[in-house]
């Protein structure tokens, strides 16, 4: 169990939300340590190895019986994990032949499998043990123990209720305009912009029944984009309500005032504010590109006003205007 009696912090959002700029700007906290994307199966061997069989984005409801992905989740939040970008899990990811391709092709097999497969019944962790002994082989092991954890994934989103009954994480979930994360993930080429993730049997079930008919029909692609984003937020604002201790930002608040933003963030976390993390706000906020968080955050506020067509902006206001999602409302529906 980790040494810090002080809850984990879960950052959560979709792709290209600014989850990693807003978990790299809490770690500046004193006695904390990041791990960035541990559940990436693309970039993770553990993770790779651990999901194996789950969705990319899974669902899981509050009460299933996953011991599998809950053990999975303990080494992430309460006991050890190899980080991604240790020498030791990339040279594994290269000694197993996981290159980028492999990687995509292998992930977009298990989603359609997963996609309609019932959770699973695993009832034994079998990667406990390797999952031991090779975050011990990584320094972050020992610098992590007595430190606050914050932990980054866009991955997770739809299985938060059922890790917080597990492990009492300290949720923040981080929303974006979704004509910005559209923008984003198509000037990357960012194949998780939509994984399907309403495919997921028990998902449609519990959320997306009425709407189904209208998503079924849904074909453009930039569409779809913005429908996954609205799935999220549509999933997230429900429970918002239901676990009240969670906590919620919108980047563009963060950009709009990124100090003051970033202190009330610091107090409701419980996380001691300090000189050095203004002094790393400012020394960020520059231009930068791909996927650094170096940001003129005030220009990234409307920055799909200048990145996306009129056809692409109709595009993402056609998928995201097809569930009752309030963030952002004024956009769907302004059409």
């Known amino acids: 169990m980790r040494e810090n009696s002080t809850p984990p912090i879960l950052v959560v959002g979709v792709p290209r939300s600014g989850t990693t700029w807003t978990a790299r700007v809490l770690s500046e906290a004193h006695q904390t340590s990041l791990l960035h994307e541990p559940d990436n199966e693309k970039i993770n061997v553990l993770a790779f190895r651990w999901k194996h069989g789950y969705h990319r984005m899974p669902y899981i409801r509050e009460a299933e019986m996953e011991p599998v ?35 995509e092709n292998y992930v977009r097999d298990k989603c359609r499998q997963a996609n309609n497969s019932q959770p699973h019944a695993f009832q034994t962790s079998p990667y406990d043990q390797i999952t031991r002994v090779l975050s011990k082989a990584s320094f972050f092991y020992y610098k992590s123990r007595s430190r606050r954890r914050i932990v980054k994934s866009v991955h997770t989103g739809l299985a938060l209720p059922f890790l917080y009954q597990h492990f009492r994480p300290q949720v923040l979930l981080v929303f974006r305009h979704p004509a910005n994360v559209v923008s984003s993930c198509l000037q990357l080429g960012l194949y998780d912009a939509n994984r399907e993730i309403f495919r997921q049997t028990a998902l449609a079930e519990d959320f997306l029944e009425p709407y189904m008919e209208k998503i079924e029909r849904l074909k453009d692609p930039v569409a779809l984009m913005s429908l996954q984003v609205s799935i999220f937020y549509y999933i997230w604002e429900q429970q918002l309500k239901e676990n009240p201790k969670w906590l919620s930002v919108t980047h563009e608040s963060l950009c709009n005032e990124p100090e003051g933003s970033f202190r009330t963030l610091y107090e409701e976390l419980g996380l001691e504010w300090r000189r050095e993390v203004g002094e790393f706000l400012l020394t960020h906020d520059t231009d930068g590109i791909g996927y650094e968080i170096r940001r003129k955050a005030a220009g990234q506020i409307d920055k799909w006003r200048q990145k996306l067509t009129p056809d692409q902006v109709e595009s993402v206001q056609k998928g995201y205007g097809i569930l009752p999602v309030r963030h952002y409302h004024e956009f769907s529906t302004n059409r």
């Open 69 to 103: 992905y809950a053990g999975f989740w303990r080494h992430i939040l309460d006991y050890d994990f190899l980080p991604s970008a240790t020498v030791l899990n990339k040279s594994l990811l290269r000694g197993f032949n996981l290159n980028s391709t492999r990687l």
